[in-house]
């Protein structure tokens, strides 16, 4: 088996990441890192007696691994996983990539330098709902593909503590957080560039990042494409809601996903297909399978490479600085 470690304990660790890993028949967790004495000691009552750090470094050069995840803050990213591909180790690194075009590619061409693999995981690659429909085009039953919209509208971190919001917002909110996933999308979608990105936004104070925003775009090969993502959605409702909807339209067919209610239907020069699509997982060992078969065969299989997440963080770096140019 190949042996991983992984750097931060926090969220998503906690739901993806460590209980992906130790379910995995590819992959043995072969430490941790965390600086919170509490969190590593949560992670040893539940996972046994798996050697912990609180200081990254610590565990690099003291543990024999094969590769390292790094689910951290995103102003960390960069120094942690150029540490880990100086050290030989292949690593997954959590989007957003990091906190400035500069620090991608870093990482990019410490990957390079170093003949090492850096994936960045993104749902959009890992998700059963993109990859189905990553498959319908892939058949050119759409023909050459034209739009491409992905809205995704919710509560988020709202529904968390106050200091969670914060933080997330001060990192550049739902456009750094949430619809970096969508401008990787819409690449790997259509195998294009983003030439020109325009948004608009709704910023509300004390926060100067958009709480929901709205960008559309124009790629190398003329799809054009609208990338929406908000944190308004149902905001101080009863109950909690989300819009999600995604649209490919080709000069063939086109395809449709929208939740609620879950559906996918898919429209094409033979026929016309619904069928019911819930399952919205993040699939998390999908990521570590192909993570997997990626070490393995010495090349990325099927996930985001550090060059995609270097062009999906300037995606949405650019949509950023549109939307709050808008309130100057």
């Given at each position: 088996?190949?042996?991983?470690?992984?750097?931060?304990?926090?969220?998503?660790?906690?739901?993806?990441?460590?209980?992906?890993?130790?379910a995995s028949?590819?992959?043995?967790?072969?430490?941790?890192?965390?600086?919170?004495?509490?969190?590593?000691?949560?992670?040893?009552?539940?996972?046994?007696?798996?050697?912990?750090?609180?200081?990254?470094?610590?565990?690099?050069?003291?543990?024999?691994?094969?590769?390292?995840?790094?689910?951290t803050?995103?102003?960390?990213?960069?120094q942690?996983?150029?540490?880990a591909?100086?050290?030989?180790?292949?690593?997954?690194?959590?989007?957003?990539?990091?906190?400035?075009?500069?620090?991608?590619?870093?990482?990019?061409?410490?990957?390079?330098?170093?003949?090492?693999?850096?994936?960045?995981?993104?749902?959009?690659?890992?998700?059963s709902?993109?990859?189905?429909?990553?498959?319908?085009?892939?058949?050119?039953?759409?023909?050459?593909?034209?739009?491409?919209?992905?809205?995704?509208?919710?509560?988020?971190?709202?529904?968390?503590?106050?200091?969670?919001?914060?933080?997330?917002?001060?990192?550049?909110g739902?456009?750094?957080?949430?619809?970096?996933?969508?401008?990787?999308?819409?690449?790997?979608?259509?195998?294009?560039?983003?030439?020109?990105?325009?948004?608009?936004?709704?910023?509300l104070?004390?926060?100067?990042?958009?709480?929901?925003?709205?960008?559309?775009?124009?790629?190398?090969?003329?799809?054009?494409?609208?990338?929406?993502?908000?944190?308004?959605?149902?905001?101080?409702?009863?109950?909690?809601?989300?819009?999600?909807?995604?649209?490919?339209?080709?000069?063939?067919?086109?395809v449709?996903?929208?939740?609620?209610?879950?559906?996918?239907?898919?429209?094409?020069?033979?026929?016309?297909?619904?069928?019911?699509?819930?399952d919205?997982?993040?699939?998390?060992?999908?990521?570590?399978?192909?993570?997997?078969?990626?070490?393995?065969?010495?090349?990325?299989?099927?996930?985001?490479?550090?060059?995609?997440?270097l062009?999906?963080?300037?995606?949405?770096?650019?949509?950023?600085?549109?939307?709050?140019?808008?309130?100057?």
């Amino acid at each position: 088996m190949l042996k991983i470690g992984v750097i931060g304990c926090g969220t998503v660790s906690s739901y993806g990441h460590l209980p992906t890993i130790t379910a995995s028949t590819d992959w043995e967790l072969a430490a941790v890192v965390d600086q919170s004495e509490s969190r590593l000691e949560t992670v040893r009552s539940k996972y046994g007696a798996i050697p912990t750090f609180t200081n990254y470094k610590d565990m690099l050069q003291s543990t024999e691994l094969d590769a390292v995840t790094v689910a951290t803050h995103i102003d960390t990213h960069c120094q942690m996983t150029c540490d880990a591909l100086n050290q030989n180790l292949h690593v997954l690194c959590e989007k957003p990539m990091a906190k400035s075009l500069n620090e991608c590619q870093k990482m990019v061409d410490t990957a390079q330098e170093k003949n090492r693999l850096l994936a960045i995981n993104f749902n959009t690659r890992s998700g059963s709902i993109y990859r189905e429909i990553k498959r319908i085009i892939d058949t050119g039953d759409l023909g050459a593909l034209r739009v491409i919209r992905i809205v995704f509208d919710w509560s988020c971190h709202q529904w968390h503590p106050p200091e969670r919001l914060e933080a997330f917002m001060n990192e550049g909110g739902p456009i750094i957080d949430s619809a970096v996933h969508f401008f990787e999308g819409a690449r790997w979608f259509s195998g294009q560039e983003f030439v020109h990105i325009d948004a608009h936004g709704v910023a509300l104070d004390p926060y100067e990042a958009p709480q929901h925003a709205i960008s559309t775009c124009t790629m190398t090969g003329n799809v054009i494409a609208l990338i929406e993502a908000g944190w308004l959605y149902c905001k101080r409702t009863k109950d909690q809601a989300a819009l999600f909807r995604i649209d490919v339209i080709g000069d063939k067919g086109t395809v449709s996903y929208d939740s609620p209610p879950g559906v996918l239907r898919l429209y094409t020069q033979e026929t016309t297909e619904e069928r019911p699509f819930t399952d919205l997982s993040k699939h998390f060992e999908t990521v570590y399978d192909l993570f997997a078969q990626s070490v393995h065969k010495g090349e990325l299989v099927e996930l985001a490479s550090g060059y995609d997440g270097l062009k999906a963080t300037e995606a949405a770096f650019q949509a950023l600085t549109s939307a709050k140019r808008k309130f100057v």
